[in-house]
């Protein structure tokens, strides 16, 4: 069965069985991310290294909970949904409604709904709900601005899908048939005097346990993908959990034994607690299927030191490469890492290539026109 034929998608998740799941980082680390290895086994679905997986959460029973306790709503009331299907409020706001993400539209539609105009008033500042939302979840606002008058049907009218969340890849299908690896950094913080959490990430780590199954489908991505020609070398840049779809890459340049190089540059906090897959890496670079992978430690050092450093110590080698036409990678955090690493390119092409600023940054650009500069950001 081809992917074509699988029944499998978007709108018909597959029920996969989590396999395993492990947290890749040491003792003392400041984080934490799990290694999820996933089953495809009878789903007819296959993917590409440089893809991404939906995963399709459950909201974490506490924050059902506090929305409940704030809002004073029945969790055993019964609601209707639009297919017509039926299920209690607490049901409802398990799987299917967005507790966790604050957005205009859905406060103002509340705000509507609940007669509050002092709310709608401040709704039709955009800057007043980015502050405002900020750290916020669906308990916060229904405990600052009550609105005793709406029912659990009301909410259903109008609080947002819960969605899936889409996880770069980690493996390659080649190395590990039937099975699909995430990476995910798991999210936890304080704030307005509560735990919050990420839902997805959290769902995998605390919720979805070995044996049981969750809804996934495959997001194809054309642009992340590898060389056709598997003799040019990869120069791949994935910090934290930025790393996923690079042991993908890996994983399949091996298993189709391309002769091309490998570059790869991690950088985390620490080296003894956050070298994620050290010792995949450690036993690619014996085997010789990697060239040479360069690290980046922030906090190991007095001053912080990241992946973009490394790059530029290493100008001269990253211009060898790409100038006998080498694919450049770079995957993680799209706010900073990926802006100064962007930058790094350039300046690089400009020294090394002996451009001028104009002629380096078209150089880039037409890198990623050509499909040669691959950025999985987010």
Same mark, same amino acid.
């Given at each position: 069965?081809?992917?074509?034929?699988?029944?499998?998608?978007?709108?018909?998740?597959?029920?996969?069985?989590?396999?395993?799941?492990? /947290?890749?980082?040491?003792?003392?680390? @400041?984080?934490?991310?799990?290694?999820?290895?996933?089953? +495809?086994?009878?789903?007819?679905?296959?993917?590409?290294?440089?893809?991404?997986?939906?995963?399709?959460?459950?909201?974490?029973?506490?924050?059902?909970?506090?929305?409940?306790?704030?809002?004073?709503? /029945? #969790?055993? !009331?019964?609601?209707?949904?639009? $297919?017509?299907?039926?299920?209690?409020?607490?049901?409802?706001?398990?799987?299917?409604?967005?507790?966790?993400?604050?957005?205009?539209?859905?406060?103002?539609?509340?705000?509507?709904? @609940?007669?509050?105009?002092?709310? +709608?008033?401040?709704?039709?500042?955009?800057?007043?709900?980015?502050?405002?939302?900020?750290?916020? $979840?669906?308990?916060?606002?229904? @405990?600052?601005?009550?609105?005793?008058?709406?029912?659990?049907?009301?909410?259903?009218?109008?609080?947002?899908?819960?969605?899936?969340?889409?996880?770069?890849?980690?493996?390659?299908?080649?190395?590990?048939?039937?099975?699909?690896?995430?990476?995910?950094?798991?999210?936890?913080?304080?704030?307005?005097?509560?735990?919050?959490?990420?839902?997805?990430?959290?769902?995998?780590?605390?919720?979805?346990?070995?044996? @049981?199954?969750?809804?996934?489908?495959?997001?194809?991505?054309?642009?992340?993908?590898?060389?056709?020609?598997?003799?040019?070398?990869?120069?791949?840049?994935?910090?934290?959990? #930025?790393?996923?779809?690079?042991?993908?890459?890996?994983?399949?340049?091996?298993?189709?034994?391309?002769? #091309?190089?490998?570059?790869?540059?991690?950088? %985390?906090?620490?080296?003894?607690?956050?070298?994620?897959?050290?010792?995949?890496?450690?036993?690619?670079?014996?085997?010789?299927?990697?060239?040479?992978?360069?690290?980046?430690?922030?906090?190991?050092? !007095?001053?912080?030191?990241?992946?973009? %450093?490394?790059?530029?110590?290493?100008?001269?080698?990253?211009?060898?490469?790409?100038?006998?036409? #080498?694919?450049?990678?770079?995957?993680?955090?799209?706010?900073?890492?990926?802006? $100064?690493?962007?930058?790094?390119?350039? %300046?690089?092409?400009?020294?090394?290539?002996?451009?001028?600023?104009? $002629?380096?940054?078209?150089?880039?650009?037409?890198?990623?026109?050509?499909?040669?500069?691959?950025?999985?950001?987010?």
């Amino acid at each position: 069965m081809s992917q074509s034929e699988s029944p499998y998608d978007k709108s018909n998740p597959f029920p996969a069985t989590l396999l395993k799941k492990y /947290d890749l980082n040491g003792e003392g680390s @400041a984080k934490e991310t799990f290694h999820a290895e996933i089953s +495809l086994e009878g789903s007819g679905l296959s993917y590409e290294a440089g893809d991404a997986l939906a995963v399709v959460p459950l909201n974490a029973p506490d924050l059902v909970a506090a929305f409940l306790e704030s809002s004073g709503l /029945d #969790g055993s !009331a019964t609601v209707s949904l639009g $297919d017509e299907s039926s299920m209690t409020f607490k049901e409802a706001l398990e799987a299917k409604f967005d507790l966790r993400v604050v957005t205009k539209v859905v406060l103002t539609k509340y705000a509507k709904a @609940a007669g509050l105009e002092e709310l +709608l008033e401040k709704c039709a500042d955009r800057e007043w709900v980015a502050d405002y939302a900020w750290g916020r $979840d669906w308990a916060d606002v229904v @405990a600052d601005y009550p609105a005793p008058g709406l029912s659990p049907q009301d909410f259903v009218g109008f609080l947002r899908p819960l969605a899936a969340r889409l996880y770069s890849i980690a493996s390659s299908i080649l190395a590990h048939p039937n099975e699909v690896h995430l990476t995910v950094g798991t999210v936890r913080y304080e704030a307005h005097g509560r735990a919050k959490k990420g839902v997805c990430s959290t769902f995998i780590s605390d919720m979805w346990d070995e044996g @049981a199954t969750a809804g996934v489908y495959f997001h194809h991505n054309k642009n992340f993908k590898l060389p056709e020609d598997g003799s040019l070398p990869i120069i791949m840049v994935g910090p934290g959990t #930025g790393i996923a779809p690079f042991r993908a890459f890996v994983e399949e340049r091996v298993a189709n034994g391309a002769t #091309g190089k490998n570059w790869l540059f991690f950088g %985390d906090q620490h080296e003894a607690t956050d070298y994620l897959y050290k010792s995949e890496w450690d036993a690619y670079l014996e085997a010789g299927h990697l060239e040479r992978v360069d690290v980046a430690f922030s906090r190991d050092q !007095a001053e912080k030191i990241y992946v973009q %450093d490394r790059m530029r110590e290493n100008a001269a080698e990253i211009w060898k490469w790409i100038d006998a036409g #080498g694919y450049f990678y770079v995957c993680g955090d799209a706010s900073r890492m990926a802006k $100064d690493v962007h930058q790094a390119l350039i %300046d690089i092409a400009a020294e090394h290539g002996d451009m001028s600023p104009e $002629d380096a940054t078209a150089y880039i650009k037409q890198m990623q026109k050509e499909k040669r500069y691959g950025r999985d950001v987010y």
